[in-house]
């Protein structure tokens, strides 16, 4: 019986230009024919993933937004969700802007009519401003944390801000030092319209406590009666590591953060020299062992 492979989107099923080669297209359709699950498990919203879903003709469930949401993959409607309590996205968004930057706040687009409200007066980098028009994501823009009430604190599935790595790196440190307690805190390289992975432009991004893509992923998976010894991981990066970790099988990429790599069972190709699709192709050939085969052999 086959099982489940999540898969990660950007630097893992995606190519450098944020595409679904041909080689990963039928790596996916293989293994449905195969009869294993493919859940798409990314830090994008639905609406940021919606190209790329509708790429390998995915009508199942995403886990979208870091883990915070389940999606439906089709429509983008909200099945389950992880939202950050709303005095504490007040706190998080003003401290943000005391150290200059804009504060980004990712809202459930089930709810609300926008994706993103955007509060401060601080310039926007150029990959911010390009990610929004690529995806055509609405958005709203506030100049203060006071306006910003008028919109709403509610629904908010992550708070962060974007910036160069040597200023988010600080900033990122005395988040975690004041808020580490109750909430979850990263920050990494950012896709931009020139670089997949590596830029130094990077984002800061903060979910709730137990937001991650596993959280969403053994929902999935209990929910469809799926063992925990046949859950299959694919990705490259940090919020990737648990999922990594837990799952029966961990596969990183050969572009995955070296946190990453550590904890993977085994490491796939480069992003960009269909990896994902080699890994498939060593999964379904008996090369990458599983579990649930050598107990039935």
Not at 8 to 26: I, K
Not at 113 to 129: M, P, W
Not at 140 to 168: F, K, Q, Y
Not at 283 to 294: F, T
Request: aromatic residues 4%; contains cysteine.
């Amino acid at each position: 019986m086959p099982g489940l492979i999540a898969v990660d989107l950007d630097g893992t099923l995606l190519d450098g230009r944020g595409s679904v080669s041909s080689a990963n297209r039928r790596a996916v359709d293989r293994l449905r024919e195969a009869g294993w699950t493919v859940l798409p498990a990314t830090g994008r919203s639905w609406r940021e993933s919606r190209r790329s879903l509708e790429a390998i003709g995915h009508d199942g469930v995403a886990v979208t937004a870091g883990g915070s949401v389940l999606s439906d993959g089709r429509t983008g409607e909200t099945l389950d969700r992880l939202t950050l309590e709303t005095g504490l996205v007040h706190q998080l968004a003003e401290a943000l802007i005391g150290h200059g930057l804009v504060a980004h706040l990712l809202r459930d687009h089930h709810a609300v009519e926008h994706d993103y409200c955007l509060i401060g007066t601080g310039h926007l980098d150029a990959a911010t401003v390009w990610w929004l028009e690529h995806h055509a994501v609405p958005v709203r823009r506030v100049d203060s944390v006071e306006a910003s009430l008028e919109v709403g604190h509610d629904h908010v599935l992550r708070v962060g801000a974007i910036d160069r790595a040597d200023r988010l790196e600080p900033v990122c440190l005395t988040m975690r030092q004041r808020f580490g307690d109750r909430a979850s805190i990263q920050a990494w390289s950012a896709v931009t319209a020139e670089q997949a992975v590596g830029s130094r432009t990077h984002l800061l991004e903060i979910y709730a406590l137990e937001s991650d893509k596993w959280t969403m992923i053994e929902r999935v998976r209990t929910a469809r009666g799926i063992g925990a010894d046949r859950v299959v991981a694919v990705g490259d990066g940090l919020n990737d590591l648990r999922m990594i970790q837990r799952a029966a099988v961990g596969v990183a990429m050969a572009n995955a953060d070296v946190r990453l790599l550590e904890h993977a069972d085994h490491v796939a190709p480069h992003h960009a020299e269909d990896g994902f699709a080699d890994a498939v192709a060593r999964l379904l050939d008996g090369s990458i062992p599983l579990p649930w085969r050598s107990a039935t052999a």
